[in-house]
């Protein structure tokens, strides 16, 4: 009979599909050889995958979740990227659950699906697929949209079917801690030579991280879950002291990766846990937004914002971590004033088509005519590419005013939400466990303030994947009460 920890279609093994597989297996190692397409190699591996899918997919589920810290960006031709091996994993899981609703359409959580979070992440969807339709270059808001929706699919449906108890939420954490301490140490032995210096970071953290912020951001998000990892066992135990020596070493990673946003993101997150303690989620989130909004409206009235336009002679890059932080605050740092020079782009762009705005995926391919030369600096030209570098003022860009606002429900609504769900739930590691999930979504919504990192996987997997952990423990503490 199969395990009941099982999840897929098959229940058995059978010894004809060992013995297939070790046939195949040696076939396409000679086929390798014989013909140098050594890639025919890895149809062992497709297939073995496939197999456990059918048989039981929480299995490749957790292989995906391995891979994370793992993960390498491939650029292909015709100016497209993935990331391997995680993204394939992601479109063959989405593939393998949709099949399994279908097939299992009645076995499937109500609850969850009914659940206001949930609703929610649908409605993002939605939107986007009618922005999609609608968008001023189809094609490239087609893939975004594709990308996001296995996104949605794995990370919060099939993580909302796989993640529903404590136990789970200890083997995700065990199964990403250990290769992300593997890739820092990785990083350390390539940037120890050089005295941890601020000029060379970027270059050590090749094939795992894109950039020292892509690191950082991992780095800081998955801190909560150690802090409270702790609580799971017993004070003085070898856990313990490993959990707690580990904290140490991650302050000090993101420490190294001399990255601002991520420095930020922990002290709020530390605020953050007294808010929750004392319940004042709600009125901080309503007094932050209130804040947004008349600033921004201060900055556009009489074109206010022109004031702060860069000295483009003065607005450099920095070398020397303490020069970049003097800069910053200064604004002639090359970084933080470029990111101002898209924003002001975003923000004509969104006046220009406030409601359903140029297309998921599109800020760069329109936003030159929206600049304002008095912010150009030298980095303007922008040959890598990049996009506008704040999550929420893409999301006005690209989806319009309707997109923007569903986006913050998505981000605001689980905080609230959870904030009583976790003083509501009596049992104690379902409450360390809420509180881990609370402070990583807010260290996530406050990079995405300089960033756009949803769509890359060593962020926007916890995005969701968060969510839909925190829903089941929500339900959890309703079946409890």
Not at 76 to 99: F, I, K, Q, S
Not at 186 to 208: N, T
Request: some cysteine; hydrophobic content about 50%; aromatic content about 16%.
């Amino acid at each position: 009979m199969p395990n009941s920890n099982t999840i897929g279609y098959l229940g058995r093994s059978s010894d004809w599909l060992f013995r297939t597989l070790a046939i195949v297996t040696l076939l396409s190692l000679f086929a390798g050889i014989a013909t140098e397409l050594y890639v025919l190699a890895g149809i062992p591996v497709f297939l073995l995958l496939a197999y456990m899918c059918l048989v039981d997919f929480r299995k490749v589920f957790f292989l995906l979740l391995a891979c994370i810290p793992l993960s390498t960006e491939i650029y292909l031709p015709n100016g497209l990227a993935t990331d391997l091996p995680t993204e394939p994993l992601m479109v063959g899981l989405m593939l393998v659950y949709l099949v399994y609703v279908l097939v299992n359409s009645r076995r499937l959580n109500s609850g969850f699906i009914k659940h206001p979070v949930t609703l929610l992440v649908l409605l993002h969807l939605v939107w986007i697929l009618i922005t999609t339709v609608s968008s001023q270059l189809f094609v490239v808001s087609l893939k975004f949209s594709l990308a996001k929706t296995w996104y949605i699919v794995v990370f919060y449906f099939m993580a909302g079917s796989i993640l529903k108890e404590v136990k789970d939420v200890k083997i995700l954490f065990w199964i990403i801690f250990i290769p992300l301490v593997l890739t820092i140490l990785y990083v350390w032995s390539r940037h120890a030579p050089y005295g941890f210096s601020f000029k060379k970071v970027s270059g050590v953290l090749d094939p795992f991280y894109r950039n020292h912020v892509n690191y950082a951001s991992l780095l800081a998000l998955f801190f909560p879950f150690i802090w409270f990892a702790r609580g799971w066992y017993r004070t003085w135990s070898i856990r313990w002291w490993g959990l707690g020596l580990s904290l140490v070493f991650f302050l000090l990673a993101i420490q190294f990766s001399y990255t601002r946003a991520a420095y930020v993101a922990l002290i709020l997150a530390l605020g953050a846990y007294f808010v929750i303690q004392f319940r004042l989620m709600k009125y901080v989130l309503g007094l932050g937004l209130i804040i947004v909004i008349f600033g921004v409206m201060d900055m556009l009235s009489n074109n206010k914002y022109l004031e702060y336009a860069p000295n483009f002679e003065k607005t450099i890059t920095h070398v020397e971590f303490d020069n970049l932080v003097e800069a910053t605050y200064k604004g002639e740092d090359i970084s933080t004033m470029e990111r101002v020079y898209r924003w002001v782009a975003g923000m004509h762009m969104s006046i220009a088509e406030p409601f359903k705005g140029f297309g998921p995926g599109n800020f760069y391919n329109f936003y030159r005519s929206y600049t304002v030369s008095s912010f150009k600096t030298y980095v303007s030209d922008n040959p890598e590419k990049s996009g506008i570098h704040s999550y929420y003022l893409m999301t006005l860009v690209e989806q319009g005013f309707p997109g923007l606002i569903i986006f913050l429900l998505l981000c605001l609504v689980p905080l609230i939400k959870g904030e009583m769900i976790y003083h509501r739930t009596k049992d104690l590691d379902r409450k360390r466990i809420i509180m881990l999930l609370l402070l990583s979504m807010v260290i996530i919504d406050a990079l995405l303030l300089i960033n756009d990192m949803v769509e890359t996987d060593k962020v926007g997997t916890f995005f969701f994947m968060n969510m839909a952990i925190l829903v089941n423990m929500d339900l959890a503490a309703k079946r409890e009460k």
